[in-house]
């Protein structure tokens, strides 16, 4: 892995709840320096298959090309020696290793954008995440609107009871909820909810 150009590199992390915009924000960053004609690659972890292998989408629809890789080991090995962008979706799913990966790079000069979840569905900080937060040059919170009150929101309601604070895919499985209106536990959807019973 080496990024060699004499501009001073820096992180970027994009950060929310689900729903917030944060995919279509790195694409808007990321599409802007392709127009500028940068060298940009784009990866996303493998574990994260919602729509498209090869692609970042967001809830809008909006995609971009993406390379899923592994780990943060895949990642700094799939680095080409001119990119200059470097952009990352979900970084919360990567290993704790990505921080000192994304540090390298942007010591070698690249910028590094990385969007991901702040919090998990209970609320707690989520993985690498806090740690990418404390490295960046830049934070940007998103914040999605709260499907019972309106209100902006920046937690994740998940919808389906499962332990694991993994489960990815399943949209239906996550509203964005403001702090009054988030449990920590699964809860029915506020569809679910304001629906005659038949
Ligand atoms: P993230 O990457 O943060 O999950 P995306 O960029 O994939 O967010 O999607 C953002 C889009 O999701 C919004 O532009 C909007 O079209 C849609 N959306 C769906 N539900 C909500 C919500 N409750 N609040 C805000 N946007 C929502
Ligand atoms: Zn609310």
């Known amino acids: 892995m080496h990024v060699m150009h ?10 929310g709840p689900m729903f917030s915009g944060k995919s279509e924000e790195l694409i808007r960053r990321l599409r802007r320096a392709q127009i500028a004609r940068q060298r940009v690659q784009v990866f996303k972890p493998a574990i994260d298959v919602r729509y498209a292998e090869g692609q970042i989408v967001s809830h809008s629809r909006a995609a971009l ?78 914040l999605a609107i709260c499907t019972r009150c309106g209100a902006p ?9 499962d332990g694991a604070q993994v489960l990815v895919g399943a949209l239906e499985a996550y509203e964005a909820r403001c702090r009054r209106c988030h449990s920590p536990r699964a809860e029915p959807t506020t569809r679910e909810l304001f629906e005659e019973p038949a």
């Open 6 to 15: 004499a501009e001073v590199g820096w992180i970027e992390v994009i950060c």
């Open 65 to 142: 090309d993406a390379q899923p890789v592994g780990s943060s080991a895949e990642l700094a090995r799939a680095i080409r020696g001119d990119t200059r962008v470097v952009g990352i979706d979900e970084a919360q799913f990567f290993d704790d290793a990505i921080v000192g990966v994304v540090e390298r790079l942007a010591d070698q000069g690249a910028r590094v954008v990385c969007a991901g979840l702040d919090q998990d569905y209970t609320g707690a900080p989520f993985g690498c995440m806090p740690s990418l937060m404390a490295a960046a040059e830049y934070v940007t919170k998103t």
């Open 153 to 161: 929101a920046g937690r994740s309601q998940r919808l389906v009871p």
